[in-house]
């Protein structure tokens, strides 16, 4: 920073031929000027000015230097410039990373409505489930669900993820339905295997099954595609399958056995300033998702057809499959 400094008050007194007008253009005293072009010359090892009693020359030296100081000072000018720009309205590059399900089925169809509500801005996008480092990985921001266990990374949630135990029907009328989750042991149940204890299943009211199946997976959909096949049981969170839910092709089971309460967060470097893009891109994100809200966009259609099959007295579809499968035998 002196160097900058001392270019600055060179090109300065270069600019108006005497060091008594670029100390009053600089709002510096003479002597300050004087002793700063001074430090420059010792650093460069060379005479930049030639004094006279009448006028100010630049050498050779000083020549070259002040074309380079000319540059330098534009360069970092410019670079100011931009920076408050960034900072005055949402532009630039936004790196996100989010998981591969939830990215694909619920942020990735808003990213169009989002960049053209921002044309100045520009998205990387990232798709996996593992947890990546934000800072070494260079992320601005990261979308995660459930628990959030790193304490350098400030969050603002983003809506509630319901979990859903559910199996297809086919499963149920071959294998009948658990009626409290110590039974899914005997059943056939499919892992995800990201999560901190795949092979156990803990509900909210403190209990937890070992569960064992014939598939573990560390993506949500390829295990939401053996459930709609009948393979077994599975674990799913409500985003990913409540269009299942809505149209029959799952049941939703142990539904007075609730699973713990999670969320989906937008997670970001705890020391990074808030700039624009990023406030823009989590408050388009929380809005989308109704964060004030009680029902998700992915849950309304699932939820409201389960209150209407309650205020109909009709049974449950689990009961009913039940049902139809005892009087088969």
Not at 288 to 299: E, K, L, S, V, Y
Request: with cysteine.
């Amino acid at each position: 920073m002196d160097l900058l400094n001392d270019l600055t008050v060179f090109a300065r007194v270069a600019e108006q031929g005497s060091f008594t007008a670029a100390a009053e253009s600089l709002r510096l005293s003479k002597s300050a000027v004087s002793k700063q072009v001074a430090r420059l010359e010792a650093r460069l090892g060379s005479r930049l000015l030639t004094r006279t009693t009448r006028r100010l020359t630049l050498t050779e030296t000083g020549r070259v230097v002040l074309d380079h100081a000319e540059r330098a000072l534009a360069e970092a000018q410019a670079a100011e410039a931009a920076v408050q720009n960034l900072q005055t309205a949402p532009r630039g590059l936004l790196r996100v990373n989010m998981p591969m399900s939830f990215g694909l089925s619920h942020v990735a169809p808003l990213l169009p409505e989002f960049l053209a509500a921002y044309p100045e801005l520009r998205v990387e996008v990232s798709l996996n489930d593992r947890r990546v480092d934000l800072l070494e990985e260079d992320v601005d921001v990261a979308i995660r669900i459930g628990d959030l266990r790193d304490s350098t990374l400030a969050a603002r949630r983003l809506a509630p993820i319901r979990g859903v135990v559910c199996a297809a029907p086919s499963y149920i009328e071959r294998f009948g339905a658990p009626k409290t989750p110590d039974e899914l042991k005997w059943h056939h149940c499919l892992i995800y295997t990201y999560l901190p204890e795949p092979d156990i299943w803990r509900f909210s009211d403190g209990s937890a099954v070992r569960v064992n199946g014939p598939m573990r997976a560390n993506n949500g959909d390829v295990l939401l595609q053996a459930a709609r096949g009948g393979l077994g049981i599975v674990r799913l969170p409500s985003f990913l399958c409540g269009n299942d839910l809505a149209d029959g092709a799952l049941v939703p089971l142990l539904e007075e056995y609730r699973l713990p309460d999670s969320g989906v967060h937008a997670v970001y470097p705890a020391g990074r300033h808030m700039t624009p893009k990023l406030r823009a891109f989590i408050d388009f994100l929380a809005t989308r998702f109704n964060a004030g809200g009680i029902d998700t966009p992915w849950d309304c259609r699932w939820i409201h057809l389960r209150q209407k099959v309650a205020e109909s007295g009709l049974p449950a579809p689990a009961n009913m499959l039940k049902k139809r499968r005892s009087q088969r035998t």
